[in-house]
């Protein structure tokens, strides 16, 4: 996913330096983070879904007025040079409702003959002022800082604010249909994030040092962007033979 307009303003953040040239991966939108989220296993960072080449399965109608459009990666030659043994059939449904509410579903299946486990997260840039946008709907929560060696923490703030860098993995907040709001104050703009199968969510923004150092990311576009990530982080999806899942994300915005 590279954009999601409402009204004719465009909602997810793009990176003006984003490279289309496989195989790096696309800065922006809905990047899959799949079979494993950052660096927290044997392959490179994210995994290899969102670097892949995958092939358009289905798109039209979705019967109630909206349009969707579903691409299909199953396991290949280069998965497996990508350090991942296992077969499988992933597919990415994207549906824009008649409502103008994106909705990205992530199913997995197991299509092999021994069991797998995964991490994944729907990596999603929200547009917005970073300096002026706050996230609710975390407080008393618990979360890792991946700014601090993963430190659990605990989150006493009614509404995080973004004045630097924010790398934050909050546990179990998605869940039971609760959901997040980012507001933006500056564009009086309010969104709201919400999962099924995907408990985690991931707050980052990579505020003035990091910005300059990735090659990607333009110097002061972290003020463009946050990104709040539904995703499966800190309990691993677990799949035996012929078993499949599904997990998605709902943005709304307001």
Avoid at 5 to 23: D, Y
Avoid at 110 to 128: D, E, K
Avoid at 181 to 187: E, F, G, K, Q
């Amino acid at each position: 996913m590279t954009s999601w307009t409402a009204g004719g303003v465009e909602l997810l953040f793009l990176s003006e330096k984003s490279s289309f040239a496989p195989p790096k991966p696309i800065r922006g939108g809905v990047p899959v983070c799949w079979p494993q989220f950052s660096a927290e296993g044997p392959l490179g960072q994210h995994g290899f879904a969102r670097n892949s080449l995958w092939s358009l399965a289905a798109s039209g109608s979705d019967g109630a007025g909206g349009a969707f459009c579903e691409l299909r990666l199953v396991d290949s030659d280069a998965t497996r040079a990508a350090g991942w043994p296992h077969a499988f059939a992933l597919s990415l449904r994207a549906t824009l409702r008649a409502d103008g509410a994106l909705v990205v579903a992530l199913r997995s299946e197991n299509t092999g003959a021994t069991p797998f486990s995964f991490t994944t997260a729907l990596h999603t840039y929200l547009r917005c002022t970073s300096a002026a946008s706050t996230v609710a709907g975390l407080a008393g929560s618990t979360y890792l800082d991946s700014l601090a060696a993963r430190a659990r923490t605990a989150e006493a703030s009614d509404a995080v604010a973004f004045a630097c860098e924010v790398d934050r993995i909050y546990l179990g907040v998605l869940r039971d249909e609760h959901a997040l709001t980012l507001r933006d104050a500056a564009a009086g703009r309010t969104f709201t994030v919400r999962a099924a199968g995907l408990p985690d969510a991931v707050v980052w923004n990579p505020w003035i040092a990091k910005a300059a150092a990735m090659a990607d990311f333009g110097d002061e576009e972290y003020q463009q962007m946050v990104c709040i990530e539904a995703a499966a982080i800190e309990s691993r999806v677990q799949l035996a033979p012929g078993e499949a899942w599904t997990g998605e994300t709902t943005l709304t915005v307001a």
